[in-house]
């Protein structure tokens, strides 16, 4: 250990961010109290990103790919090459704060046995809006950010425990990365941050959300993702279905399972009233359950490093589902906190009869 740099930042990106990516590459290089190692993945050719790179970060390493294999087969790559003891993971469509890696810095003397650490993100378009404070998951697989849509304001200033840190600007410990490994290339893109988080919290890693450690992000920008046309939330639906499957522990899968499906249902029935990609939702629900014996069969390598008990990462789950709870907007999202307080109540309820009863089907 004591060879290795104190950070690493990786940044995938790919041929359609020349038009953010300088901007995400200048923040690194305005670091005032840190160098760090630099990895730059480029997801397929990209002639034009490879020379914003080497123009503005002309030490960084470049990990160019022959053609695109997707976000998390990216940033995996990055992640399995940089050194840090420290490993901090940049959206090419976000940009750091000064301050950002000597706010980690500080973060990560202070609370040695965090494994990673999730960053104050706010919008670009609105910076006095949270775009993630951390993001959370509830027992029946839906994944959120913090904060998300909220305005910045005193409760997004103070640390706290959180389940995860969203990969747009996301640090990791080395020995985190070295015990879960990195992104699972199976979900191409969307959720995999989700699913390493999780597997880290069933591995003894806690996260913590560093409000001093600040990036302003596009948001949808980077990977040319969110283009409108429902390939996002296509993806988010199938890979909702494999995180379930493949890397939640079993007796809170079993708690959880009819819940899980009242809210697909329910996610699918809103945008099918809303007609808003209601097809490619229900075409990615489709294409996890047809996957679904690639996801079981992943379950051993995924939970085989597990050392918490289901006391303790159902405590985790809970508190991300208080925060799911709290959420605050329009319509959509009153409808979608009533449905987070009920299910969470069916699972509660679902828990103490299994508990009492653990032979029940």
């Known amino acids: 250990m004591t060879d290795r740099p104190l950070f690493s930042v990786v940044v995938p990106t790919w041929q359609g961010s020349a038009p ?34 080497r123009t503005i970060l002309p030490g960084a390493r470049q990990l160019p790919f022959k053609e695109q294999r997707g976000f998390a087969c990216a940033a995996s790559a990055g992640l399995r090459a940089a050194r840090g003891q420290l490993v901090g993971l940049l959206n090419d469509d976000a940009v750091p704060r000064p301050d950002w890696l000597e706010a980690m810095a500080v973060a990560a003397e202070r609370h040695p046995d965090v494994g990673s650490f999730a960053s104050r993100v706010l ?27 909220q305005p910045d304001g005193p409760s997004y200033r103070a640390e706290r425990a959180v389940f995860g840190a969203p990969a747009c600007a996301a640090v990791y410990r080395w020995e985190l990365l070295r015990d879960c490994g990195a992104f699972d290339p199976e979900f191409v893109a969307y ?8 597997r880290a919290q069933l591995s003894g890693f806690s996260c913590r959300y560093i409000p001093d450690a600040r990036v302003v992000h596009r948001g949808s920008a980077s990977y040319g993702w969110g283009r409108g046309d429902g ?26 399972a009819l819940a899980a499906v009242a809210s697909l249902v329910a996610e699918l029935g809103y ?61 959509g999202r009153r409808l979608r906190r009533s449905l987070a307080v009920g299910l969470a109540r069916s699972i509660d309820r679902r828990e103490r009869r299994l508990n009492s009863n653990p032979f029940e089907e």
């Open 191 to 198: 959720l995999e941050d989700v699913d390493l988080s999780l």
């Open 271 to 331: 945008r099918t009233v809303t007609a808003r990609h209601a097809g490619p939702v229900a075409a990615g629900l489709v294409a996890g359950i047809r996957d679904a014996r690639s996801a079981l069969a992943a379950r051993g390598a995924a939970l085989g490093g597990r050392r918490v008990d289901d006391e303790a990462i159902g405590r985790v789950l809970k508190e991300s589902e208080r925060l799911l709870a709290e959420l605050d907007g329009g319509t």
């Open 20 to 53: 953010w990516l300088a901007e995400c590459l200048e923040g690194i290089a305005a670091q005032r109290t840190h160098r760090p190692q630099v990895i730059v993945v480029f997801d397929g050719p990209a002639d034009e990103c490879q020379g914003i790179a």
């Open 123 to 149: 919008r670009a378009d609105d910076p006095a809006t949270i775009d993630s404070a951390g993001h959370g998951l509830a027992r029946w697989g839906e994944a959120f950010a913090i904060g998300g849509g």
């Open 231 to 256: 390939h996002a939330e296509g993806l988010v639906a199938r890979n909702r279905v494999r995180l379930l499957l493949k890397s939640m522990p079993r007796n809170t899968l079993r708690a959880g």
